[in-house]
């Protein structure tokens, strides 16, 4: 079983300030994982992803996020917000798959305001 | 690249009428696709899994009846909401993950149901 927390529902930050959003997951195997965008009345937009390999993720947008397995955490960070950052976000845990099947399990969501 | 398309964008129905979703992957193959609902400020729940060319899975407490989903090609899966209540009113979001994708589904903008 997988699941995903994400700390905060909604976060403000101002212009120009660091963006922390959080997510802490929960898996019995190694996991993929990955953080998307959602604006209004649109579909998810992949902001990066970790598979394997290193554990800084860089992903659009100057967004990244780092994977530490001692904290079953990966947490999106981006140092300066910008207004159009303004929007809801999702962290999303995947096992490896088995048979073609793999499922993502994803987070509430977490919508970021930005305040000029 | 990665481009998913669903069609309508938007509809409204009168209750008792069937209504049909269409996603299609646009520049690359899908040999599973995901069809998603949200609800007004929540996450993303997973209706069902399809494979080109086989059943769909569906999850725990969704009606394979109600929603029939049909994923004849490597390009093109439709959701059809039968005999639409309004209860059914949500915004279905379809998802794609590509022939020997790692996980990552790539997903289409949503389709805004609204049954009256």
């Known amino acids: 079983a997988q699941s995903v927390t994400q700390l905060g529902s909604h976060v403000s930050v101002s212009e120009g300030a660091l963006v922390l959003l959080r997510c802490n997951y929960s898996?019995?195997?190694?996991?993929?994982l990955f953080w998307y965008v959602q604006y209004p009345n649109q579909g998810l937009q992949l902001l990066l992803k970790y598979t394997t390999g290193a554990t800084l993720v860089k992903g659009i947008n100057g967004f990244e996020a780092e994977f530490k397995k001692s904290e079953t955490s990966f947490h999106l960070t981006k140092p300066s917000a910008h207004m159009s950052d303004a929007a809801e976000y999702f962290c999303?845990?995947?096992?490896?798959?088995?048979?073609?099947?793999?499922?993502?399990?994803f987070g509430t969501g977490t919508k970021l305001q930005v305040i000029p | 690249g990665a481009v998913v398309s669903q069609h309508p964008s938007w509809v409204i129905c009168k209750s008792g009428t069937s209504v049909k979703i269409e996603c299609r992957s646009l520049d690359f193959q899908a040999t599973t696709m995901f069809w998603y609902r949200q609800f007004p400020k929540q996450s993303l729940m997973l209706m069902a899994t399809s494979n080109e060319g086989s059943k769909a899975t569906y999850e725990q407490g969704v009606e394979k009846d109600k929603f029939l989903i049909n994923h004849a090609s490597l390009t093109l899966s439709t959701l059809t909401v039968t005999s639409a209540h309004p209860e059914d009113s949500s915004f279905y979001i379809c998802s794609a993950r590509s022939v020997g994708g790692v996980g990552t589904q790539y997903f289409g903008p949503g389709t805004r149901l609204t049954v009256l």
């Open positions: 898996s019995s195997v190694p996991p993929y």
């Open positions: 999303a845990v995947s096992d490896r798959g088995s048979g073609g099947y793999q499922k993502v399990t």
